[in-house]
């Protein structure tokens, strides 16, 4: 059995190995980043349609987005007590730099980025101490990845995380990989990430760690991907059912209700497949058109007057409680979760 230590970022280390996946819109929040942060692990805060509560946000969603980023980054410090922060921000979204900034500009630790290659993250971070960590799905995407990072700006990654085709919301599969991911002996390809980024940490010096995303769940998860190698791991759906989760209780007993047949593939609005529980909404969205309003400006690849139904309408009205006409994205192992739970359980659960 492998070791758990702490996860070792840079200048920042997290006591416990956990860090808490970004799930928009509003899921992860102020709250429960805080909460995870405060346990030890590493919180983290979604940047999707982040501004969504505040009054202008149907008039100017991308003032309101950016300005909730500050709002939430500030509110999630006082409850962290000192632990570690960061920000998922998608490199698919609409006006990607001045979310990057936005954050930087208000101090977080970390960001995550993945929904596409983030090639010119280290350029838009500049040269602040925020600590940078691509999301990837395969050895390739890291290479190239690197590779640029290393050639243009004279960097690398601060950590790598690989996520799963398990793992919850858009997914950089196939959906024919998706409706078999055993036929993609994905452990294969965690062990050649890590491989690759080992060797070209090495060759500068540098240890970069790797987390794995997508299907953890149980410290048995962790335990598996640590004896691959990994440095940490990424969960997102464990925390969902969580108290100090930000989002309605409904979205919560949606999760807890739902059955492993109700966790279906879905072909998102925007262009990529994803992974969420078959509810109401999504039979009617199989179905036809569903109205919406004014464009929201959230990802650069949605064309309004194409798209079966508005993403953010969907997400919104899901994290607001209205689960009957919502999208309500998991990863495969939400059928799992039974009850409510505390962040401190779950995070004394995964302590070395």
């Not at 791991?233 to 059955?259: G, L, P, S, W």
Request: aromatic letters at 6%.
């Amino acid at each position: 059995m492998a070791e758990i230590k702490p996860l070792v970022i840079g200048d920042l280390t997290a006591s416990v190995p956990v860090i808490q996946g970004g799930m928009g819109v509003g899921v992860s929040l102020s709250s429960l980043a805080g909460a995870v942060a405060a346990q030890g692990g590493i919180g983290v805060i979604s940047t999707a349609q982040i501004g969504y509560r505040e009054l202008d946000f149907d008039t100017d969603p991308i003032g309101a987005n950016l300005r909730a980023i500050g709002t939430e980054i500030e509110k999630a410090r006082k409850i962290a007590a000192g632990g570690i922060l960061g920000v998922n921000i998608m490199v698919a979204t609409r006006r990607y730099e001045d979310y990057v900034k936005a954050a930087v500009g208000a101090g977080i630790d970390l960001i995550f980025s993945g929904a596409g290659l983030p090639m010119d993250l280290p350029k838009i971070a500049g040269g602040s101490k925020t600590k940078l960590a691509p999301i990837v799905s395969s050895v390739k995407s890291v290479q190239v990845i690197m590779k640029y990072w290393q050639k243009k700006y004279d960097r690398l990654p601060d950590a790598v995380v690989i996520e799963g085709p398990l793992a919850g919301g858009h997914l950089g599969f196939g959906r024919e990989q998706l409706d078999d991911p055993e036929s993609l002996h994905y452990d294969d390809e965690v062990k050649a990430v890590i491989a690759q980024v080992n060797e070209t940490a090495a060759a500068q010096g540098i240890r970069i760690p790797v987390v794995m995303a997508g299907g953890v769940y149980t410290r048995a998860d962790m335990e598996h991907y640590f004896a691959m190698g990994a440095s940490g791991v990424q969960m997102a759906t464990r925390f969902v059912t969580t108290y100090e989760c930000d989002a309605a209780e409904a979205y919560k007993q949606a999760y807890i209700d739902a059955a492993k047949e109700d966790i279906v593939i879905v072909q998102s609005p925007v262009g990529m497949p994803g992974r969420a529980i078959l509810n109401p909404f999504m039979k009617r969205a199989k179905e036809g058109r569903i109205p919406h309003g004014k464009c929201h400006l959230c990802i650069k690849t949605c064309e309004p007057s194409q798209t079966p139904y508005c993403i953010t309408d969907a997400l919104v009205n899901a994290v607001r409680g209205d689960t009957d006409n919502g999208l309500l994205f998991c990863g495969a192992n939400a059928y799992r979760a039974a009850k409510l739970e505390h962040v401190k359980d779950i995070m004394d659960e995964f302590r070395p």
